[in-house]
């Protein structure tokens, strides 16, 4: 069975740009998690999307967004990047709706530089 | 305000012996706590888990004790092994739901042969 998968792996980008991360869940799962890790810190929970819907998001400005699409694959954008939007991106999937925790599966990130 | 905090952020241990992980939270509300495990280009993965109805639960080689009077949980490992050297993210929710779990920063844990 494939795994959460991100892409790309490393993403470098200057300051103003837009960064578009794609995340592909395990096959089966319905709710897709984006989380952001930046350096020193605990993995902060930005996004939640389940059956193409945006259930929840953090405390995060709204130039961070995204979408699921029908084959519940999700992308998180961000706009107008700042440098201290660095960090790794991680997609966490899950079988149900509400998300278990123990079916709550990571994928590798996508390390996001923004210079 | 961080409301869950490892405050340690690395643990050297020697093979064999016993890895003790502490994490401390804020927020009573919070009932069931996770730990995850992060190696290098990898994405976390689920270790175990405990609800607010238990003070401890075990698995393996992995226990993991609640105190809710005193806020604060700890992963022991035991015996600790070279392969258990990476990062442990302890995590917290109101409620078993995905979406709710707030990280800590993580523990570099190294096990030394």
């Known amino acids: 069975e494939a795994g959460v998968t991100q892409s790309p792996t490393h993403l470098i980008k200057t300051r103003g740009q837009q960064a578009t991360l794609r995340c592909s869940p395990i096959?089966?799962?319905?709710?897709v998690y984006w989380y952001q890790q930046a350096l020193g810190l605990g993995l902060q929970f930005l996004l939640w999307y389940d059956e193409g819907e945006e259930r929840n998001r953090g405390n995060f400005p709204p130039r961070f967004s995204g979408r699921q699409f029908p084959n519940y694959s999700s992308e998180l954008n961000v706009n107008a990047l700042e440098l201290e939007d660095s960090a790794l991106y991680l997609c966490?999937?899950?079988?149900?709706?509400?998300?278990?925790?123990?079916?709550?599966?990571f994928g590798s990130g996508t390390r996001l530089t923004v210079v | 305000d961080q409301q869950v905090k490892q405050n340690s952020p690395s643990l050297s241990v020697q093979e064999g012996r016993i890895s003790i992980l502490n994490c401390d939270y804020t927020?009573?509300?919070?009932?069931?706590f996770l730990w995850y495990k992060k190696y290098p280009a990898e994405g976390p993965t689920f270790l175990i888990s405990i609800s607010s109805i238990k003070d401890k639960n075990e698995d393996g080689r992995f226990t993991v004790f609640l105190n809710k009077s005193a806020k604060h949980l700890s992963l022991h490992i035991v015996p600790s092994q070279p392969g258990d050297s990476a990062v442990y993210f302890c995590a917290a929710s109101e409620g078993n739901y995905g979406q709710n779990f707030v990280f800590g920063p993580g523990t570099r844990l190294s096990v030394l042969p």
């Open positions: 966490a999937s899950s079988p149900k709706f509400p998300g278990e925790a123990n079916g709550y599966t």
């Open positions: 096959s089966g799962h319905t709710s």
């Open positions: 927020n009573s509300m919070f009932d069931y």
